[in-house]
């Protein structure tokens, strides 16, 4: 069982008058994770908050303020139960099993936005297929775990205070990125590739001391991967960050085509030039009780 508290605070100089603010926070409840417990605490506390559910399906909460202040606060605490396969087995189409291969007319249908290339660049198109064999044949699986081995052993992780995310060609050339970027750039790669492809934003579970603890990055922070959509497995989860396949200490918040769509926290806000003075972002994941990875008929990864 883990809990996520994930505390973000705004300060200005002089008080200031809220616009909306949205908040992606709550976990996306699933066959793998069960909310148990939820709370939200925002202060100055909010004219009205309501909830939704976006096209993606995420869980949105809406604020709105009405009175100025000079600091803002949003503290989100979720206790869940995470359930996962130690060792994943993706059972695949067979006819997905082997790359190249082709969507079935309806899932293409459906697929059409996770194919669609945000920066289509020879740059991304040529380093996609540095990792095909000259036969351009290898195992589906075999290639996106390249792929996902590949991009931890090519760039150098680095965290970033701006806002934002790199577009592929300058993580590529920079050679450095945040978890977003190196998700964005494995999105844009494989959807070279003509597979599908989206946006994961959520949080990690760093293992205590003495474990992986030093293997692990993006901790303290909400993290981002993506997942690929394959015939036979649905959609797995593939984090090139730590070279994660399948959903080992990921937590899914939000689901999107692109990195701008599912953010974590953004709103507006109106006052004098110069009165915004920092942000702060604390997010911790600890483990409750010892969590029992469990694989059963309920339970299908």
């Not at 998700?183 to 946006?199: D, H, T």
């Not at 993506?226 to 497995?233: I, M, T």
């Not at 110069?274 to 299908?300: A, Q």
Request: net charge negative; charged share 25%; with cysteine.
């Amino acid at each position: 069982m883990l809990t996520v508290r994930h505390i973000t605070r705004y300060r200005y100089a002089s008080p200031v008058k809220l616009g909306e603010h949205q908040m992606m926070f709550r976990p996306r409840e699933s066959h793998d994770l069960r909310l148990i417990t939820t709370r939200l605490e925002i202060l100055p506390k909010p004219k009205n908050l309501r909830w939704l559910h976006d096209v993606f399906d995420n869980s949105l909460a809406i604020a709105t303020f009405g009175a100025e202040t000079k600091e803002l606060v949003f503290d989100s605490e979720v206790t869940l139960e995470h359930i996962e396969a130690p060792h994943p087995d993706y059972a695949l189409a067979e006819s997905a099993q082997t790359f190249p291969f082709a969507y079935s007319r309806e899932e293409r249908l459906d697929l059409v936005r996770a194919l669609e290339r945000q920066y289509p660049a020879g740059e991304i198109d040529r380093w996609a297929a540095g990792f095909l064999p000259e036969n351009g044949c290898i195992g589906t699986m075999d290639l996106l775990r390249k792929i996902t081995l590949g991009i931890r052993e090519q760039l150098t992780y680095s965290r970033r205070l701006e806002r934002g995310v790199q577009t592929p060609v300058e993580t590529l050339a920079k050679g450095t990125g945040t978890c977003r970027d190196y998700a964005f750039l494995m999105m844009e790669g494989v959807r070279s590739l003509g597979i599908a492809a989206r946006f994961v934003s959520g949080y990690i579970y760093v293992p205590g001391a003495g474990t992986d603890a030093d293997l692990v990055v993006g901790g303290g922070a909400t993290h981002a991967w993506l997942q690929v959509y394959l015939p036979g497995a649905g959609w797995v989860d593939f984090d090139p960050t730590n070279s994660i396949i399948g959903n080992r200490n990921l937590i899914r918040v939000a689901v999107a085509w692109a990195p701008a769509q599912a953010l974590p926290l953004w709103g507006t806000y109106t006052g004098p030039k110069g009165s915004f003075l920092g942000m702060d972002v604390t997010v911790s994941v600890r483990d409750e009780l010892p969590i029992t990875n469990m694989k059963g008929p309920n339970h299908e990864d």
